[in-house]
């Protein structure tokens, strides 16, 4: 089945460094969502990025869908983004969306 | 308003015990979803419901079962709780079909002792 595969697990970096997330997925997406959730909280959709390149405030997320990775680019960490970063695609066929296991980001101060 | 709203936020009981999850949402979304998050293991779908008395297993619906009687409310039912199902329960709504973006609630934090 559908596979979702998130690197790193866990990065630390300080305050002002830029932050790579990947995301890697077994066969093909239509869906392609990037959430954040906060320390013990909830879930907080950031974008959706099935294909292509798309730009919200300080993210970045680049998805290539052929070659089944999408990545989310996070310039000029500040603390308060801390937290995990999922990964979710569509499992082909349907809207039930299957997660990866985050990336756990700390931006030092 | 755009929300989810999960009831209760913590739960404690005891194994064997029955237990209900509410969820509820206020955007008229027709799908609902039911995950559960351990460490480790991310989120993984229980239930999903398309529309009122329309629901289909996702990949973990063993000892679990739902119900949707009204588009804005989906419930998880655990018969005889298990220890096993101590987690972090989400419900989660979304427009049908596309590109729509998921809305989740803040969680229910279930301990069966």
């Known amino acids: 089945g559908q596979q979702v595969q998130q690197s790193p697990a866990s990065l630390v970096l300080q305050e002002g460094e830029n932050a790579e997330l990947q995301c890697n997925f077994s066969?093909?997406?239509?869906?392609l969502q990037w959430f954040y959730q906060s320390p013990g909280g909830s879930l907080v959709s950031l974008l959706s990025?099935?294909?292509g390149t798309k730009h919200t405030g300080r993210l970045t997320s680049t998805t290539v869908t052929k070659e089944r990775r999408s990545s989310l680019h996070i310039s000029s960490s500040q603390t308060t983004d801390s937290g995990t970063y999922l990964c979710a695609i569509d499992r082909s066929g349907s809207w039930q969306l299957i997660f990866g296991s985050g990336t756990q980001l700390t931006v030092m101060p | 308003d755009m929300k989810v709203t999960q009831m209760p936020r913590y739960l404690i009981k005891r194994m064997g015990e029955n237990v209900l999850l509410e969820c509820g949402q206020d955007m008229s979304h027709e799908t609902m979803y039911w995950y559960r998050q351990d460490p480790g293991l991310g989120l993984q779908l229980i239930y999903i419901?398309?529309?009122?008395?329309?629901?289909s297993e996702g990949d973990i619906p063993k000892g679990y079962r739902v119900s949707r009687k009204k588009r804005e409310h989906f419930s998880l039912i655990l018969d005889s709780a298990k220890t096993n199902q101590t987690s972090v329960y989400f419900c989660a709504s979304s427009y049908r079909g596309g590109q729509n973006t998921l809305y989740f609630g803040a969680g229910t934090r279930l301990s069966v002792l």
């Open positions: 066969s093909t997406a239509t869906q």
């Open positions: 990025n099935p294909s």
């Open positions: 419901s398309y529309d009122v008395d329309s629901n």
